[in-house]
């Protein structure tokens, strides 16, 4: 089994920045793609970004696109998304998710190629 921990959320001001780090632990394995989503209150859970574990590819939703950046290190199992500045639209539980290469070749921007995640970590951006 997999554990992924999400840490880095919290408090802050529209214009200023987080990031977020998830650590992978248990039982290891090559994955194929590590990414973020989140959920706001009321809304369904959305695609945030993604990077290819082999070749460091990267994803992001337009939403985020030019304000974050996901990057890995692969001997940590860790995985980081730095967003810069934030808005109040920002505001949700952020989740890691991992890919296994099962799932090779299939789109990083959906769900259901994750089996693996995190608890969630709150991010919220005051106006």
């Known amino acids: 089994q997999v554990q992924l921990v999400e840490s880095g959320g919290g408090l802050v001001q529209a214009g200023g920045s987080l990031r977020l780090s998830c650590a992978a632990s248990?039982?290891?394995?090559?994955?194929?793609?590590m990414g973020w989503f989140r959920q706001a209150p009321g809304k369904e859970r959305e695609f945030v970004a993604a990077i290819n574990w082999s070749d460091g590819s990267t994803y992001y939703a337009d939403s985020v696109k030019g304000r974050s950046t996901i990057s890995r290190v692969n001997a940590k199992n860790t995985v980081y998304l730095q967003m810069n500045t934030l808005k109040p639209e920002d505001t949700a539980v952020y989740y890691c998710?991992?890919?296994?290469?099962?799932?090779?070749?299939?789109?990083?921007?959906?769900?259901?190629?994750?089996?693996?995640w995190g608890q969630g970590t709150q991010v919220t951006v005051s106006s």
């Open positions: 248990g039982r290891t394995f090559n994955y194929y793609a």
């Open positions: 998710a991992a890919s296994t290469l099962e799932y090779y070749s299939l789109s990083v921007y959906r769900e259901t190629i994750y089996p693996y």
